[in-house]
């Protein structure tokens, strides 16, 4: 059965009295709008300040039920695994004891299975299809569709979408508070839930990666979401004004600005996840620019992305999303497989993320 938000915030409390020299409990300061409070759990031997971090997000998207319960097993896995001496094995991908051994010496990672426990709540026992989390109807609207924000358009990347985009380039958000489905908010980072991630990555300036799980597609998406990459005119970039008219349109000769170096090693790092995960049982995800999914803005991996540009002493945060699986709300037999997807590609990823990114590997 999948876990609720009470089981999930159990789960992660009891891996951290468990295993106390290799995990940290992190409690974010905002609580959601009805008074619940998150937590976030490092699993790593060595201190947050010590080593290079990957924050793994997910449950930003309530009605996604799998993200939030692959999180909270991958990390009872690697822990269980490291206090044992043992291997993992997710179907055909296996991990030596010596490479679960290296990963959690080498990299901390911070999991935040629920980022939005408000919504997933509501998602497991009133609408199933519930996306948004449970922001209270602005005044004078009172419909159910009118309650809420999408978290993931909520971020502070190219978020006021009628500014920022070309009216014709279908960017997927909405300034619509009814929008039953991608309202953006009121403000940039308006929402608790939206400002407990940015805490994290403030707070953690050693985290280097960025991977927020969702679903289904399948597809590993890579930057950027909300133009097609270019790497020729660096000027064109999400700080550029003079875009703002032109901004998303698909072959126009204007696009996103990301070195070649950057673009190589995100796709790398993509591909390293979509061949761990495809070892499991045969199942290809893919890779992609996240664009070639859809135009989005206030994304959590563009903002992730984008921080470094912003203030070019920021850590520079590799950034990716996860569509795990065909469903969102599978059998919870097939989320099993799916969880093991998830769980062979970001063991990989960690495994594979300094190498890669530092140009070590070939």
Request: overall charge negative.
């Amino acid at each position: 059965m999948y876990l609720n938000v009470t089981e999930i915030e159990s789960a992660i409390t009891n891996l951290n009295v468990a295993h106390p020299e290799t995990t940290q409990l992190i409690e974010p300061p905002h609580a959601t709008h009805e008074g619940r409070t998150t937590q976030v759990l490092r699993v790593g031997t060595r201190a947050a300040d010590e080593a290079d971090g990957i924050l793994a997000l997910g449950g930003l998207h309530a009605r996604e039920w799998v993200p939030p319960d692959a999180l909270v097993s991958l990390a009872a896995d690697l822990l269980e695994a490291h206090a044992g001496g043992t291997g993992l094995r997710y179907g055909g991908t296996a991990f030596t004891a010596a490479q679960i051994a290296t990963l959690l010496d080498t990299v901390n990672l911070f999991f935040f299975p629920c980022a939005n426990p408000d919504g997933r709540a509501h998602s497991q026992t009133v609408a199933g299809n519930w996306r948004k989390n449970r922001r209270p109807a602005p005044p004078g609207l009172g419909g159910p569709s009118c309650v809420g924000v999408d978290l993931n358009r909520n971020f502070d990347f190219l978020w006021d979408h009628t500014a920022k985009f070309a009216a014709d380039s279908d960017v997927h958000t909405s300034a619509d508070p009814c929008d039953p489905q991608q309202y953006r908010g009121p403000a940039v980072a308006s929402e608790p839930e939206t400002r407990n991630v940015v805490w994290v990555l403030d707070t953690f300036p050693r985290i280097r990666w960025h991977v927020d799980v969702h679903s289904a597609v399948p597809v590993i998406l890579h930057s950027w979401g909300d133009d097609q990459n270019q790497s020729t005119k660096s000027a064109d970039n999400f700080t550029n004004p003079a875009l703002d008219t032109v901004r998303g349109r698909r072959n126009d000769g204007i696009g996103e600005f990301i070195t070649t170096h950057d673009l190589d090693t995100a796709v790398r790092l993509a591909q390293r996840m979509h061949d761990a995960i495809f070892g499991v049982r045969s199942f290809d995800y893919g890779v992609e620019q996240a664009y070639g999914l859809y135009p989005t803005s206030g994304a959590s991996d563009d903002y992730a992305f984008s921080r470094h540009v912003v203030e070019p002493d920021d850590t520079k945060l590799f950034a990716f999303t996860i569509e795990c699986g065909t469903s969102q709300q599978p059998t919870f037999g097939e989320a099993e497989n799916v969880i093991r997807e998830v769980s062979a590609g970001l063991v990989a990823f960690a495994l594979g993320a300094h190498d890669i990114t530092d140009g070590t590997h070939p």
